[in-house]
């Protein structure tokens, strides 16, 4: 990225900004049951504005909710399901705020089988470099670790470069970046760290799947994305 379109990507990042609506996170229960069969999980999302549910409605018809549905229809279990999750969060912020304050406690307080990380957005947008990115979330899955022995899921960035509300070239540097990120975590999954794996997201949008803002998931795609979490967990068992 040439220093030359530094002053334009800032002032089209303002613009966005200002342009964009802010949508709150799900409404709550934040956790819930999914299915009443005898056979029972526990799942657990965790991240940025994607597992707050911003887009949806409701935690049950957000990421989480979503996944535990999938989850209860193709595993013939009730999935006891859980979203923990901050709009505009970093990695940083994963690590040194939510982590020890939300999420430790839950894993200190109950066996969890499955956990979803989705972060990446936020430090695609905030130039977070790269390996300080990796390392953040490697310190993350050695925290969770210490707590449970679930198998992690790590979530690929969005393709950026095709939210119709980031105009040219900031949309360009914006779907590199988050490829960066996406890579690091492929990466990092490659790795000696056991029971953790990387999942891409689909490379393409389809219509409805954005928000009225143009830049969260919809309801429909957190069911797809639901439904592809899902799948993937079902061939790993």
Same mark, same amino acid.
């Given at each position: 990225?040439?220093?030359?379109?530094?002053?334009?990507?800032?002032l089209q990042g303002r %613009?966005?900004?200002?342009? &964009? @609506?802010?949508?709150?996170?799900?409404? @709550?229960?934040?956790?819930?049951?999914?299915?009443?069969?005898? /056979?029972?999980?526990?799942?657990?999302?965790?991240?940025?504005?994607?597992?707050? =549910?911003?887009?949806?409605?409701?935690?049950?018809?957000?990421?989480?909710?979503?996944?535990?549905?999938?989850?209860? *229809? !193709?595993?013939?279990?009730?999935?006891?399901?859980?979203?923990?999750?901050? #709009?505009?969060?970093?990695?940083?912020?994963?690590?040194?705020?939510?982590?020890?304050?939300?999420? /430790?406690?839950?894993?200190?307080?109950?066996?969890?089988?499955? &956990?979803?990380?989705?972060?990446?957005? #936020?430090?695609?947008? =905030?130039?977070?470099?790269?390996?300080?990115?990796? %390392? !953040?979330i490697k310190r993350v &899955?050695?925290?969770?670790?210490?707590?449970?022995?679930?198998?992690?899921?790590?979530? =690929? $960035?969005?393709?950026?470069?095709?939210?119709?509300? *980031?105009?040219? @070239?900031?949309?360009?540097?914006? =779907?590199?970046? +988050?490829?960066? &990120?996406?890579?690091?975590?492929?990466?990092?999954?490659?790795?000696?760290?056991?029971?953790?794996?990387?999942?891409?997201? !689909?490379?393409?949008? #389809?219509?409805?799947?954005?928000?009225?803002?143009?830049?969260?998931?919809?309801?429909? $795609?957190? +069911?797809?994305?639901?439904?592809?979490?899902?799948?993937?967990?079902?061939?790993?068992?």
């Amino acid at each position: 990225m040439g220093v030359a379109l530094l002053p334009l990507l800032w002032l089209q990042g303002r %613009q966005v900004r200002q342009k &964009i @609506p802010t949508l709150p996170e799900a409404a @709550p229960p934040f956790e819930g049951l999914t299915g009443s069969q005898d /056979k029972k999980m526990h799942i657990l999302v965790m991240g940025e504005s994607t597992a707050a =549910g911003v887009g949806a409605k409701v935690h049950d018809v957000a990421l989480a909710g979503q996944l535990a549905r999938y989850l209860s *229809l !193709n595993l013939k279990q009730t999935v006891a399901w859980q979203a923990i999750g901050q #709009n505009g969060l970093k990695s940083q912020g994963l690590l040194h705020q939510l982590f020890p304050e939300k999420i /430790k406690p839950v894993l200190q307080q109950q066996p969890v089988d499955l &956990i979803v990380i989705s972060m990446g957005v #936020n430090d695609a947008k =905030g130039f977070t470099p790269r390996q300080q990115w990796k %390392q !953040n979330i490697k310190r993350v &899955i050695m925290a969770i670790r210490q707590y449970s022995d679930a198998t992690i899921f790590l979530t =690929g $960035a969005p393709p950026l470069e095709q939210f119709p509300e *980031l105009p040219k @070239p900031l949309s360009s540097v914006l =779907g590199a970046r +988050a490829r960066i &990120i996406s890579r690091q975590l492929d990466d990092l999954c490659r790795s000696d760290i056991e029971r953790v794996h990387y999942l891409p997201m !689909n490379p393409g949008l #389809n219509d409805g799947d954005l928000a009225s803002d143009g830049f969260h998931p919809s309801e429909q $795609a957190y +069911a797809s994305w639901g439904e592809q979490l899902s799948s993937y967990y079902q061939r790993l068992i």
